[in-house]
């Protein structure tokens, strides 16, 4: 046994996990076939009066099933041999005739709550990393060892649904709540607790908690839970995409189940989950599982770490910034301009901690501790104690120059400045700044209490250091930051601008807002080219379409009705309630002012030929980032897509894309519309050697690596 040890101790068995090489449980096949072995040795011992299952690992109970071995697994048939065998093992667990207890201390995830589910009772500790949850659907299936099974018999189809389908993670508190587990308690009070637990075990004096009778009502007849399947299948329609699968089949699976004998439902839930496992979508939503991973230990730990951090600018991108700094550092300074402007700012954080307030993941207390991490100046000289002072004014070259200045003046010369430009060259607005080598771009997106990328931009002068400290930093504060090349735009705006600016060459040859938005939100983006542009703001979209024309010339000139809107008519977008839409009801109408720029004489596109433009013109300007090696790995070019603006995870990013679509057959196309539309659409040198190789963004790397 190498990850599993059994003590049996006054006839008392305790099961222990302690997976080898590993800082966390998994149930690997490995370790089910030594939990099927020892299962067998508890069976035959009669002295065996209860089964309590532990972990050895400091705060993981267990993980989940290992997923490098799902992703392993190419067909339906080989996943479903080894679900049904991991079936056949947990069925034994609860088929126990001793009263078996499971000891959850730390993370209870996927498999791992599956197998604690097999026991006759939990046991949670309070303890802030306890947390159980089925994460399975964001990663393109859904709980396969019996979890939509087990699930629902124990704390009713109403919670069991919310927990499948959501991901939602439950803390101690919560899972005594809905009955998931029976009891909860400080992991230091274990010894007698646990004793005494397993006391009242032996004795049958424990009892599952009973379902509220509005849930129990709910599940009892056919017809109340069709309504209970109806109102879940609107809540899932209203965020997932119809292409992504797993949530849709999850919800199937517990419908056409519920009311059948567990042998049958069991089968049901197999054949589902190794149809959902086996399938591309899939992969693709454990390949990005795998690159956060990563990407969140791209750096060495430092004796010294940033702990303060002082912001300029306090628009919209400035106060995320600031609060996401007072919520995991010691200190934000905030630069402004007049004393009297403070107030505003520091309430306008605050409300970014509303949310954590609703779901109570924080008390306002824990809020006021933050909010108070942050001091104000109006002078530079405010700012020398600083570690790293980080710029979020305006888009312009000239007036960031002079912070930069102002702050290398009274910063030491350890401390690192930063600018979160969102489309000026590093390079450039480094250029007089005498210690260069402690400069470089942040770039938060918008808005930054939920979007996890960050691009990370050195300068050549840039030293390794300067890039580690601010990895390390932005890590800690529960980002996900990427390096990538010096060029306009870096790469999100880059290559996102380019769709944008293309809906709206379309928009003025022919079709409608609406269509458009549509088909491209159909696509599985989480809004359409123009509700992205009003939410994101006019004035922004329009100012970094500039310079991105400026900097690639033709290839991206501005599309003439954005020119127009925002010129002419002075639209700004969601800020000021009118852009391409009107945002003053809940549902969004047409500005008809727009509309009124467009011409008469309007084309008819197919929507086919609407979704081709929009995205092959983004795979054209990818490629081009590999050409010029802003980043070498398109991997991580699909990674910050799908982060830094929606892109769907389970279409693998628009690099996958590209290989589902064959390199083929987008360079025929970007041809046939560079005939139509002019140079935007010709394909680029890289697209053409791979095309001519036979490769694709997966194969054909010696094409691009410099």
């Given at each position: 046994?190498?990850?599993?040890?059994?003590?049996?101790?006054?006839?008392?068995?305790?099961?222990?996990?302690?997976?080898?090489?590993?800082?966390?449980n998994?149930?690997?096949?490995?370790?089910?076939?030594?939990?099927?072995k020892?299962l067998?040795?508890?069976?035959?011992?009669?002295?065996?009066?209860?089964?309590?299952?532990?972990?050895?690992?400091?705060?993981?109970?267990?993980?989940?099933?290992?997923?490098?071995?799902?992703?392993?697994?190419?067909?339906?048939?080989?996943?479903?041999?080894?679900?049904?065998?991991?079936?056949?093992?947990?069925?034994?667990?609860e088929?126990?005739?001793i009263?078996?207890?499971?000891?959850?201390?730390?993370?209870?995830?996927?498999?791992?709550?599956?197998?604690?589910?097999?026991?006759?009772?939990?046991?949670?500790?309070?303890?802030?990393?306890?947390?159980?949850?089925?994460?399975?659907?964001?990663?393109?299936?859904?709980?396969?060892?019996?979890?939509?099974?087990?699930?629902?018999?124990?704390?009713?189809?109403?919670?069991?649904?919310?927990?499948?389908?959501?991901?939602?993670?439950?803390?101690?508190?919560?899972?005594?709540?809905?009955?998931?587990?029976?009891?909860?308690?400080?992991?230091?009070?274990?010894?007698?607790k646990?004793?005494?637990?397993?006391?009242?075990?032996?004795?049958?004096?424990?009892?599952?908690?009973?379902?509220?009778?509005?849930?129990?009502?709910?599940?009892?007849?056919?017809?109340?839970?069709?309504?209970?399947?109806?109102?879940?299948?609107?809540?899932?329609?209203?965020?997932?995409?119809?292409?992504?699968?797993?949530?849709?089949?999850?919800?199937?699976?517990?419908?056409?189940?519920?009311?059948?004998?567990?042998?049958?439902?069991?089968?049901?839930?197999?054949?589902?989950?190794?149809?959902?496992?086996?399938?591309?979508?899939?992969?693709?939503?454990?390949?990005?599982?795998?690159?956060?991973?990563?990407?969140?230990?791209?750096?060495?730990?430092?004796?010294?770490p940033?702990?303060?951090?002082?912001?300029?600018?306090?628009?919209?991108?400035?106060?995320?910034?600031?609060?996401?700094?007072?919520?995991?550092?010691?200190?934000?300074?905030?630069?402004?301009r007049?004393?009297?402007?403070?107030?505003?700012?520091?309430?306008?954080?605050?409300?970014?901690?509303?949310?954590?307030?609703?779901?109570?993941?924080?008390?306002?207390?824990?809020?006021?501790?933050?909010?108070?991490?942050?001091?104000?100046?109006?002078?530079?000289?405010?700012?020398?104690?600083?570690q790293?002072?980080?710029?979020?004014?305006?888009?312009?070259?000239?007036?960031?120059?002079?912070?930069?200045?102002?702050?290398?003046?009274?910063?030491?010369?350890?401390?690192?400045?930063?600018?979160?430009?969102s489309?000026?060259?590093?390079?450039?607005?480094?250029?007089?700044?005498?210690?260069?080598?402690?400069?470089?771009?942040?770039?938060?997106?918008?808005?930054?209490?939920?979007?996890?990328?960050?691009?990370?931009?050195?300068?050549?002068?840039?030293?390794?250091?300067?890039?580690?400290?601010?990895?390390e930093?932005?890590?800690?504060?529960?980002?996900?930051?990427?390096?990538?090349?010096?060029?306009?735009?870096?790469?999100?705006?880059?290559?996102?601008?380019?769709y944008?600016?293309?809906?709206?060459?379309?928009?003025?040859?022919?079709?409608?807002?609406?269509?458009?938005?549509?088909?491209l939100?159909?696509?599985?983006?989480?809004?359409?080219?123009?509700?992205?542009?009003?939410?994101?703001?006019?004035?922004?979209?329009?100012?970094?379409?500039?310079?991105?024309?400026?900097?690639?010339?033709?290839?991206?000139?501005?599309?003439p009705i954005?020119?127009?809107?925002?010129?002419?008519?002075?639209?700004?977008?969601?800020?000021?309630?009118?852009?391409?839409?009107?945002?003053?009801?809940?549902?969004?109408?047409?500005?008809?002012?727009?509309?009124?720029?467009?011409?008469?004489?309007?084309?008819?596109?197919?929507?086919?030929?609407?979704?081709?433009?929009?995205?092959?013109?983004?795979?054209?300007?990818?490629?081009?980032?590999?050409?010029?090696?802003?980043?070498?790995d398109?991997?991580?070019?699909?990674?910050?897509m799908?982060?830094?603006?929606?892109?769907?995870?389970?279409?693998?990013?628009?690099?996958a894309?590209?290989n589902?679509?064959?390199?083929?057959?987008?360079?025929?196309?970007?041809?046939?519309?560079?005939?139509?539309?002019?140079?935007?659409?010709?394909?680029s040198?890289?697209?053409?050697?791979?095309?001519?190789?036979?490769?694709?963004?997966?194969?054909?790397?010696?094409?691009?690596?410099?």
């Open positions: 046994m190498n990850n599993l040890t059994l003590n049996i101790d006054n006839s008392i068995a305790t099961l222990t996990f302690d997976m080898k090489n590993s800082k966390a998994k149930l690997s096949f490995e370790v089910l076939k030594e939990l099927d020892l067998d040795d508890i069976k035959q011992d009669k002295q065996i009066k209860a089964l309590v299952i532990d972990s050895a690992k400091p705060s993981i109970f267990i993980a989940g099933a290992d997923i490098k071995e799902i992703e392993a697994m190419s067909t339906q048939e080989e996943v479903y041999e080894q679900i049904s065998k991991g079936d056949d093992i947990l069925n034994k667990l088929n126990l005739t009263p078996t207890i499971a000891y959850i201390h730390g993370a209870c995830m996927g498999g791992g709550l599956e197998l604690a589910l097999c026991c006759n009772y939990r046991i949670a500790t309070t303890n802030e990393k306890t947390k159980l949850a089925f994460p399975e659907v964001k990663l393109g299936f859904f709980p396969g060892l019996g979890g939509t099974q087990r699930a629902p018999k124990l704390v009713g189809l109403m919670s069991a649904l919310d927990m499948i389908l959501t991901s939602k993670n439950y803390d101690a508190k919560k899972a005594l709540k809905i009955g998931l587990v029976n009891e909860i308690f400080d992991n230091g009070q274990k010894e007698f646990l004793k005494e637990f397993v006391t009242k075990a032996l004795e049958n004096k424990i009892q599952n908690k009973k379902l509220p009778l509005i849930n129990n009502f709910m599940q009892k007849f056919s017809l109340t839970r069709a309504y209970v399947y109806k109102k879940s299948l609107e809540a899932i329609e209203k965020k997932v995409n119809k292409d992504f699968k797993a949530p849709y089949t999850a919800l199937e699976v517990i419908k056409k189940t519920f009311a059948e004998p567990f042998e049958k439902g069991i089968k049901i839930e197999a054949e589902a989950f190794s149809h959902l496992a086996a399938s591309k979508e899939s992969k693709y939503m454990i390949e990005l599982f795998f690159m956060f991973e990563k990407l969140n230990k791209n750096f060495d730990k430092t004796q010294v940033i702990t303060s951090v002082a912001v300029l600018g306090n628009g919209v991108m400035g106060k995320g910034i600031i609060w996401l700094f007072s919520k995991f550092l010691n200190e934000v300074r905030i630069k402004i007049k004393i009297e402007q403070a107030h505003d700012i520091i309430n306008s954080v605050a409300k970014l901690y509303d949310s954590s307030i609703k779901r109570r993941s924080m008390s306002q207390n824990q809020v006021d501790f933050k909010l108070n991490k942050i001091s104000y100046t109006d002078e530079f000289n405010g700012l020398s104690q600083t790293l002072a980080i710029e979020a004014i305006i888009e312009d070259e000239d007036a960031k120059k002079e912070a930069f200045k102002e702050l290398e003046a009274v910063m030491d010369k350890d401390s690192i400045i930063a600018t979160n430009t489309s000026i060259s590093i390079e450039k607005l480094g250029s007089e700044l005498k210690n260069k080598k402690n400069f470089l771009g942040i770039h938060f997106f918008n808005p930054v209490n939920i979007m996890p990328l960050v691009e990370v931009i050195p300068s050549s002068h840039t030293s390794k250091k300067t890039i580690n400290r601010v990895i930093l932005l890590t800690s504060c529960g980002k996900t930051p990427i390096v990538v090349g010096d060029c306009a735009g870096f790469i999100v705006n880059r290559i996102l601008l380019p944008i600016n293309e809906a709206a060459f379309i928009l003025e040859e022919g079709s409608d807002i609406k269509t458009i938005d549509k088909l939100k159909e696509f599985g983006l989480p809004m359409g080219p123009f509700t992205l542009s009003d939410t994101v703001g006019i004035d922004i979209g329009f100012k970094v379409a500039t310079i991105l024309n400026e900097s690639y010339g033709s290839r991206m000139a501005v599309a954005l020119t127009k809107v925002y010129n002419d008519l002075k639209l700004l977008g969601k800020k000021n309630k009118k852009g391409f839409y009107l945002h003053n009801t809940k549902d969004l109408e047409i500005n008809e002012e727009v509309s009124k720029l467009l011409s008469t004489n309007r084309k008819t596109f197919t929507n086919k030929e609407i979704t081709e433009r929009c995205m092959f013109i983004m795979i054209n300007e990818a490629s081009r980032c590999l050409e010029e090696g802003i980043v070498d398109p991997k991580i070019i699909d990674f910050a799908i982060t830094g603006t929606g892109f769907p995870p389970y279409k693998g990013g628009i690099c894309y590209a589902d679509m064959g390199i083929s057959y987008v360079v025929n196309e970007l041809k046939k519309y560079e005939n139509s539309y002019g140079k935007r659409f010709k394909p040198l890289l697209l053409e050697k791979l095309n001519k190789e036979n490769k694709d963004f997966k194969t054909g790397a010696e094409l691009w690596k410099h």
